[in-house]
């Protein structure tokens, strides 16, 4: 598993979005990326940065920034989750788990005393030059776009 730093080349990740079309980190060379990972679409926190996000996506592409989302969900679940929520950006479909085990990402959780291996909520900044600016790990999930915009002035 990737132990991923600032300053580190992020690993350029290729996966299948809610369409099933393939989106790479090369489809946004010279602009800034942020790539988040969440656990499960349709759940309160996931729900709450992602319409976080939604809420504040125009103050986001206005700086350039393109916003994309990653979990092991399966691509009808991202196109439900889009719909029901409105979401105006990308969501990739990793159900083979190759995009979390790049970003190191993925791993054994403890939830109300049960073990099992899931999604560490984590956001990547990844600047114009494919250079990781920030990695924002257990991120406000209110607050999200603040954290990222307080982050990248």
């Known amino acids: 598993m990737a132990l991923l730093k600032e300053g580190d080349k992020a690993?350029?990740?290729?996966?299948?979005?809610?369409?099933?079309?393939?989106?790479?980190?090369?489809?946004?060379?010279?602009?800034?990326?942020?790539?988040?990972?969440y656990p499960k679409d349709m759940t309160p926190g996931c729900t709450a940065q992602a319409c976080n996000l939604r809420d504040n996506y125009q103050a986001l592409t206005k700086k350039g920034?393109?916003?994309?989302?990653?979990?092991?969900?399966s691509e009808q679940s991202h196109q439900k989750f889009i719909e029901k929520?409105?979401?105006p950006f990308t969501?990739?479909?990793d159900e083979d788990?190759?995009?979390?085990?790049?970003?190191?990402?993925?791993?054994?959780?403890?939830m109300m005393g049960k073990t099992y291996d899931g999604i560490f909520r984590t956001t990547f900044l990844i600047d114009e030059h494919g250079v990781i600016a920030h990695i924002i790990k257990?991120?406000?999930t209110k607050n999200?776009?603040?954290?990222?915009?307080?982050l990248w002035k």
Do not use: C, N
């Open 11 to 37: 690993p350029v990740f290729k996966g299948k979005d809610q369409h099933g079309k393939t989106v790479s980190l090369t489809d946004f060379k010279g602009k800034r990326v942020v790539l988040y990972f």
């Open 65 to 73: 920034y393109a916003v994309v989302g990653v979990s092991t969900d």
């Open 85 to 87: 929520y409105e979401l």
């Open 91 to 93: 969501l990739l479909a």
């Open 97 to 110: 788990k190759a995009v979390v085990h790049q970003y190191g990402v993925y791993g054994e959780k403890q």
């Open 138 to 140: 257990k991120p406000d």
């Open 144 to 150: 999200h776009t603040e954290e990222i915009l307080e």
